[in-house]
């Protein structure tokens, strides 16, 4: 049984996603009919989603209510030994939330894991981008007006409202998701294994964000927690580990990187 403690701090001083992450949605008056024009009869044109979309294009929509707090029970593990409790092949189909009440969230999240843009005159690089900290990932989302996602934003894009253990269900697939390589150096030095979004079309979460889990490890942003303890790796990457929604990685500063931790970008919705 895996019993998975919240990541928010209440006592906290510091930013919590609940602080910035939610907007009221703006209204679009319709237009004046003309005079003559009949009364009952509905107005043409896009309707107001269409004109004020909440998330920009290369960014999804995530709204619904989230559990902090959540117990998934494993029905059977992949490994043996010390790592034995490490990847579960499934989990019970009923996760039960412990929170005594769930959490109302409305945010945009980037659909893709950050891909650099191409430099004028070089070839297209589609893969995501590796080798950043916590500092230059959010320095990044900054000068895009955009920010790191929080955990608790991340968890909820992976899991959506069932609480899923994975974002594609409740049984592990390496063939879905890119996880569970083991041909990983050449030479002394990490083979670099990523692929682009493109190739893993079912790796898809609820909301419809992509690469959750696996490909790059994702930094986020800690709820509650302030520096020099505000880094947390989400999803894992191409190796053999834990790669769920609820997984996490905070053993490491904000000016960690390694050839597998990128990062992808979270904004307030509209």
């Known amino acids: 049984m895996c019993r998975f403690e919240p990541v928010s701090e209440l006592g906290a001083t510091t930013e919590t996603a609940s602080e910035l992450c939610f907007t009221p949605l703006v209204s679009i008056k319709p237009a004046k009919q003309d005079a003559g024009a009949d009364a009952g009869s509905e107005l ?39 790592l034995s409790h490490h990847r579960c092949a499934e989990f019970d189909e009923h996760p039960e939330c412990l929170s005594s009440e769930k959490q109302f969230m409305r945010f945009c999240i980037d659909r893709d894991e950050y891909v650099a843009p191409t430099p004028p005159g070089e ?41 899923l253990p994975y974002p594609y269900g409740f049984k592990r697939n390496s063939k879905i998701c890119n996880f ?62 834990r790669n769920n929604c609820r997984a996490a990685t905070t053993g490491h500063d904000e000016y960690y990187h390694g050839a597998q931790t990128g990062f992808r970008c979270c904004a307030a919705a509209r």
């Open 123 to 163: 070839k297209p690089d589609d893969l995501p981008i590796v080798d950043q900290s916590w500092v230059m990932g959010r320095e990044i989302c900054s000068n895009l007006g955009k920010r790191l996602c929080f955990e608790s934003e991340w968890e909820f894009a992976c899991e959506g409202e069932q609480m």
């Open 180 to 241: 569970d390589q083991t041909d990983l150096e050449y030479k002394g030095k990490l083979r670099d294994l990523r692929k682009p979004a493109e190739d893993l079309p079912e790796c898809t979460s609820p909301f419809g964000v992509r690469n959750m889990v696996g490909n790059v490890d994702e930094w986020t942003h800690r709820d509650g927690r302030q520096h020099p303890w505000r880094a947390a790796l989400r999803g894992g990457w191409w190796l053999a580990g």
């Open 44 to 82: 043409e044109g896009p309707d107001g989603q269409e004109l004020n979309p909440s998330c920009p294009p290369e960014m999804v929509l995530v709204e619904g209510d989230y559990c902090p707090k959540v117990k998934q029970t494993c029905k059977r593990y992949l490994d043996t030994g010390f």
